[in-house]
Every structure is written in structure tokens, then in C-alpha cells.
């Protein structure tokens, strides 16, 4: 994907560009608000990543003006703020997802994917699908190879999150935040035992496994890997 | 004490500002006073000359004239305290008795009392009386003669000046009496304030353990240097555990960041290969993801003590919350083989941060988790008692001591028996400063064996 980085802080720009470009994707930065804006405005980016605190123009104002202008690129919010009111004020001004610094490259770069997957046009679809394994999303239904798996609500949700983001890393954070809605960090792995029992439940008896654990950063259920 | 700042105090402003205005009430009261004494001593004067004029008629009709007369003439002698003059003017005689010396001008004898004006000239000699508005009286007798009685006005001025100088003493002595009030005010308010603006200085200059000496006589000064005192008291305790955290926060991040400094530093002394670089790399990464997680930690403790809370205020579903929190654990506590129920009334709501909230009772429950083994068994419970919910989280893990209680709600503290598992001894320090912050009150129970938690939120 094609990325636009507006960080002032050049230093954690090049290793970010580095990153972003060993992971396979085009990335542009510019250091400040101005320039910024005027990329944004003229660049086809897929994906913009904007820090809150920037010379010449503030992150928040960007965004406005980008929402302003009816585009609607993704947006993700970097801070080194981290107060809950700070991240409301962020999504509320137009973001679409808010991390805050320190935070792992990896997470950037899963939260990046599943914005884009976002900035998709959305079909509509009763039914979600990855290799045999089947939701309903009318029904709740949820098969396996044709046989069908009970499961709480919780874990329907965890799976349908999963599904949407198929193929992506999503991350243990990214979890919490979007099935459970909470917005900070267990120090105990509940996560991972909330992803056993769904793994427990829709690999269990198959031939090949669909959710995988990535070491270090997170979950991916995906049919190839 | 500065007489010119005495003068600037609240109190003598005011103390001067009632003196004139009380001034000013007296003088009207006593004008009043003045002007119904003038009337009464006017219609005094004039009933007893009326009572005169009629004795003396009296007797001329009953004893003759020689004998009105021979009264006339020894009163006129009687060095005349009472002020009274007399005067007979018998026109077939041509002759005139009394110490009068004239008829006044134009008077007319018909028996009324008048304020007439009497010349110096009509005044005989022995009386320090002056010429002025006599009250005067006069009758036509039965052979045609007058007769006049007037009153010297020396009397009535006596009178009158007493009066005034007694009023100007009364006017004189209330001015005095508040002047005096307003400076003892004055100066004894001077004093307070010079109490606790000394103080003030101290604290300013940086003494923080100076407080204001109150008076003991529990008034409102009193009340506002225990105020002040209070809000010293939070200044210090801030300050103090500021200068704590900072102290600590540098002494607990030196080790892991010594840690991996060596790390990498023993990792480059020699060529290695590619797998072992990574792993050093990755045992980094790991560590650098828990001091990230004690500065997330630090901040959110920090967000939460600030006086004036910034984030999100709304009401929370603390039974929707409890019970999601409940789902998470309940895996956890299968895996782990340990057991974990709880017990969630319906419908509890109270006003506050949910996601903090939601880390503070999962701070307690990974607390819970962490130190009560494998046989452990956990309960989280919500119940609504009067207007108070309590959330309480109990296990049968190693517990803490009763007199550790304290202890363990400041940031960075670990109890010995904690060292060998992981974490970074802020946890129950977030839940202290999330209890504050919600006005709830945090208490630690002995569970025989273990520990249950109870914050307790005022609906």
C-alpha cells in the first residue's frame, strides 16, 4: 500500500519508511504539518499515519481540513499522549485508529492493515468464508466443513472480527479494543486464552488449522499460512 | 504594627464609615430630642407665667392695688432668679412699677403668652439678661391699668445649652467608642492575617511543613487557616510523592535499562551468529515492552490523581462491565485450573471512566490470579448495599499483612514474598488512584486465607 507518514521526529521516520518498506509497501514522509497537507492533498495515498504534535500545523487540524475537503483516507493518529480523552478528541476530529507512543512496529503496521481493509468499499455480505469455515451473519450461524460449531456470543464476535480481517495480523490490542471495547492492557494473557477456546473449537478435528498465533505480535486466521 | 496600614484594614475602614454614619443618626435623634425640649420648655415657661399674671390679678382685685403693688416691687427686688420681670403701667397715675423699664412696642395686654422683642433699653441693670424674643404676658386690669409679666430668656439659653453640649459629649463619646472598636478590629484581624501571610511567605520560599497557628478560638479565621492548612497539607503530600515517584521511577528503570545495555553490549563484544543476535534482540524487545507498560502504567496513575480529571466522565454499566471482565477471567481460570466464580447484581451504574474502571478491577483480579496459585479460587462480587456498591475481589492466595495495607498503594512497592513473579508493583497503585478519583473508598479484608479487595463507589 502507499503510505504517507507526517512525523516530525526524522529519526523515527526513517526506521518507520525502513519498515514500512522491507514490509513490502511504498511510504512517503514529510516532516512537517504544511507539507504534510499539501501531500495529502495532492498524493493518492491508501493510508496516511499523522503524529498529533507537528511544527507549522497540529495533526488534529490536518485531519479536519483533509474531512473538510470530503476525503476520506484512512487515518491513523500517532501521540505520545496518552490520556483517554486524548485518543476520543483524535477519533473525533476524523482519525480512524489512535496509538500511542512507545509502541510496536508491528502493531502500526497490523492496525495499518486493518484500516485498509476498512477503506475497502464493503459488500454486503450475509456470509463470511474462509477456506470451509463458514458465518452466517444473519443466522450466527457458524460451520465447519459443513458441520456445525456452537459458540457464546463473545467468541462469535472474536471470530467474525477475525473473519473481516482474514489474511491480516491483528494484535492482542487490537482485540481488546474492538470485540471487547476496552482500552488498556491485562497483564495476565486472558486474550490468548480467549483465542485457544475459539481455536479449540473451530480447528478442532480439521486437517488444517485456520488461526494461527504470530510470535510476538498477535493472531491471523488465514487458510494459506 | 503600622498605624497607616491600621488605617487601610477592613475593619477601620468600616469602623470609621459606621462612626460617621452613627454620628449623623445621633445628631438627627438629638436634633429631635432638642426641638420637643425647646416646645416643652417654651409651654412650661408659658404656663407659669399665665399662673402668675392670674395670681397677680387675683390679688389686685382681692387686696388692692398697694398690696399688687408692694408684690410687683419685692419680686422686681428679688435679684430675680427666676428671670421674671414686671411691669404695672397704670396710665390715670402716669405711673409705672416693676424692673421693666418700658412697654414694649405695640403689645397688646390680652392675657396671651407671646415671643416678643425686648430692647436692651427695657432691661433694668441688675440682670446679665440681653436684649431677644422674650415670652411675654400681659392683662388690662378692672381700672384700666396693665399689667405684664415676661420671662428673661437667660433661663431657656441655659437650658438649651446644656442640651447641645450633652449631645455634642453623646456624639463625641459614640465617635470615640467605634473608632476604638474599628482599631481593636482592625488590629486584631491585622493580626490573623499577619499569621497566616507569614506562613504564606515560609511556604512560598519553600518551606512546605509550615502551617498556620490557629487562634483556638474557633471563629472564622480559624476556619480559614484550616482550609489553607488542608489545602498545604495536599500541596505536600502531592510534592512528596512526586519527588517519591521520581526517585523511584528513576531507580526502577536504571535495572532494565542496565539490563539491556548489557545485553547488547556483551552480544557485539564478539562475532556471533545471525540467531543469537536475534535472540538478543528479541529478549530487548521484550524488555523494552515492559517498561513501556510501566510508563503506560505511570501515566495512567498520573491521569488519574490529576485533580482535575480530563477523560471521558460518563455513567458505566458497572454489571455489563463486571460481567465482560467475568468472561475474559473464566477461561483464564480453567486454563490455570483455578477456579474463578462471581456474583453481579443487575443494574448497578455509577458515574465514571470505563476504561479505567475496567483496568482497575482487572488490575485486582490479575493481582488475584497471580498470587493464589494453582488451588487458587477466585470470586469477583457486585452488590448494591444502601446507596453504596460494593466490588469486591477476593482469593485465597498469600494475601498481605494487615500492617503492609498502606504500603503496598505506593507506587513501585513489591512485598518480599512478590519478587519472584512478574510485574511492576503499580497495579494496586492505579486501583487506589482509580478509587479516589471515582470518591470510592478502597479497603483490603482478610479472607483466611488470602485477600479480598473491596472498592466501594457512593452512588
Known amino acids: 500500500m502507499h503510505i504517507l507518514l507526517i512525523e516530525d ?14 514490509s513490502g509497501h511504498v511510504a512517503d514522509h514529510a516532516a512537517d504539518g504544511e507539507t504534510g497537507l499539501h501531500l495529502a492533498l495532492t498524493g493518492n495515498y491508501d493510508v496516511l499515519v499523522i503524529d498529533r504534535m507537528l511544527p507549522k500545523r497540529d495533526g488534529l487540524s490536518i ?3 483533509l474531512r473538510a475537503d470530503d476525503r476520506f483516507t484512512p487515518v491513523l493518529i500517532l501521540s505520545a499522549l496518552g490520556e ?15 496509538l500511542v507512543k512507545p509502541y510496536a512496529f508491528t502493531e502500526l503496521l497490523a492496525r495499518l492493515d486493518a484500516l485498509l481493509r476498512r477503506g475497502q468499499p464493503v459488500h454486503i455480505q450475509n456470509r463470511l468464508k474462509i477456506a470451509d469455515l463458514e458465518l452466517d451473519l444473519l443466522t450466527h450461524k457458524v460451520t465447519r466443513a459443513g458441520k456445525l460449531i456452537r459458540l457464546q456470543p463473545r467468541e462469535l464476535r472474536l471470530l467474525e472480527f477475525l473473519m473481516h480481517h482474514s489474511g491480516q495480523v491483528v494484535t492482542r490490542t487490537m482485540l481488546l479494543e474492538q470485540v471487547w471495547d476496552f482500552h488498556f492492557d491485562p497483564q495476565t494473557n486472558v486474550i490468548d486464552t480467549q483465542i485457544s477456546r475459539l481455536r479449540s473449537k473451530i480447528d478442532k478435528g480439521a486437517e488444517k488449522p485456520l488461526l494461527h498465533t504470530i510470535r510476538g505480535v498477535g493472531y491471523k486466521l488465514d487458510e494459506s499460512a | 504594627m503600622n498605624p497607616r496600614r491600621l488605617l487601610h484594614t477592613t475593619a477601620m475602614r468600616l469602623a470609621l464609615r459606621y462612626a460617621l454614619f452613627y454620628a449623623v443618626l ?16 417654651d409651654a412650661y415657661i408659658a404656663a407659669g407665667l399665665e399662673q402668675e399674671i392670674r395670681q397677680l390679678s387675683k390679688l389686685d382685685q382681692e387686696q388692692g392695688r398697694q398690696q399688687l403693688k408692694a408684690v410687683i416691687k419685692a419680686q422686681s427686688r428679688v435679684n430675680n432668679k427666676s428671670g421674671r420681670y414686671y411691669l404695672l403701667d397704670e396710665p390715670h397715675s402716669l405711673s409705672k412699677t416693676g ?11 390680652d392675657g396671651k403668652v407671646k415671643n416678643i ?19 411675654v404676658i400681659a392683662v388690662t386690669l378692672t381700672d384700666g391699668s396693665r399689667l405684664l409679666v415676661a420671662q428673661g430668656i437667660r433661663q431657656s439659653e441655659d437650658i438649651q445649652e446644656f442640651i447641645l453640649a450633652t449631645m455634642a459629649a453623646i456624639l463625641a463619646v ?10 481593636r478590629l482592625g488590629r486584631n484581624m491585622l493580626e490573623h492575617v499577619d499569621r497566616i501571610n507569614e506562613t504564606a511567605q515560609k511556604v512560598t520560599v519553600g518551606d512546605f511543613s509550615k502551617r498556620i497557628p490557629l487562634s483556638g478560638q474557633d471563629d472564622e479565621f480559624d476556619e480559614l487557616s484550616n482550609h489553607l492548612n488542608t489545602m498545604l497539607n495536599r500541596i505536600e ?3 512528596s510523592g512526586m519527588r517519591q515517584v521520581s526517585d523511584n521511577v528513576a531507580h526502577d528503570l536504571r535495572k532494565p535499562l542496565a539490563r539491556m545495555r548489557n545485553r547488547i553490549e556483551i552480544t557485539l563484544l564478539e562475532n556471533r551468529k545471525g540467531d543469537e543476535y536475534r535472540h538478543a534482540m528479541e529478549e530487548t524487545i521484550h524488555d523494552m515492552d515492559e517498561l513501556m507498560r510501566t510508563f503506560n502504567a505511570l501515566l495512567e496513575i498520573a491521569q488519574a490523581e490529576a485533580g482535575s480529571f480530563r477523560g471521558e466522565w460518563d455513567s458505566v454499566n458497572l454489571t455489563d462491565l463486571l460481567q465482560e471482565l467475568s468472561e475474559l477471567y473464566l477461561d483464564q481460570a480453567e486454563i490455570q485450573q483455578q477456579t474463578f466464580t462471581s456474583s453481579i447484581e443487575p443494574n448497578l451504574i455509577i458515574d465514571g471512566n470505563r476504561h479505567l474502571l475496567a483496568q482497575t478491577i482487572s488490575n485486582l483480579l490479575d493481582n488475584s490470579f497471580k498470587y493464589s496459585k494453582d488451588t487458587g479460587s477466585i470470586h469477583l462480587k457486585a452488590k448494591k448495599i444502601d446507596n453504596l456498591i460494593h466490588v469486591t475481589v477476593c482469593d485465597n492466595g498469600t494475601g498481605i499483612p494487615i500492617e503492609q495495607h498502606e504500603k503496598v498503594l505506593h507506587r513501585f512497592v513489591r512485598l518480599e514474598e512478590a519478587r519472584s513473579t512478574s510485574g511492576n508493583g503499580l497495579g494496586l497503585s492505579l486501583v487506589k488512584a482509580v478509587a479516589d478519583l471515582h470518591k470510592a473508598q478502597l479497603t483490603f479484608d482478610d479472607n483466611h486465607p488470602g485477600l479480598c479487595v473491596s472498592i466501594i463507589f457512593r452512588l
Do not use: C
Open chain 2, 174 to 183: 459614640s465617635v470615640l467608642l467605634a473608632l476604638i472598636m474599628g482599631w
Open chain 2, 117 to 135: 422683642w425686648i430692647e436692651d433699653n427695657l432691661i433694668s441693670g441688675h440682670n446679665d439678661d440681653q436684649d431677644g424674643y422674650w415670652p
Open chain 2, 99 to 109: 424692673n421693666l423699664l418700658g412697654w414694649p412696642p405695640q403689645f397688646k395686654a
Open chain 1, 84 to 98: 483517554v480523552d486524548d485518543r476520543v478528541e483524535g477519533l473525533r476530529a476524523g482519525g480512524d485508529d489512535y
Open chain 2, 237 to 239: 503530600t502531592l510534592l
Open chain 1, 63 to 65: 485531519i479536519r481540513m
Open chain 1, 9 to 22: 521526529d526524522t529519526d523515527a521516520a526513517t526506521y518507520l519508511i525502513k519498515g514500512f518498506t522491507e
Open chain 2, 26 to 41: 445621633i445628631a438627627m435623634g438629638l436634633g429631635l430630642l432638642y426641638l420637643s425640649t425647646n416646645n416643652y420648655v
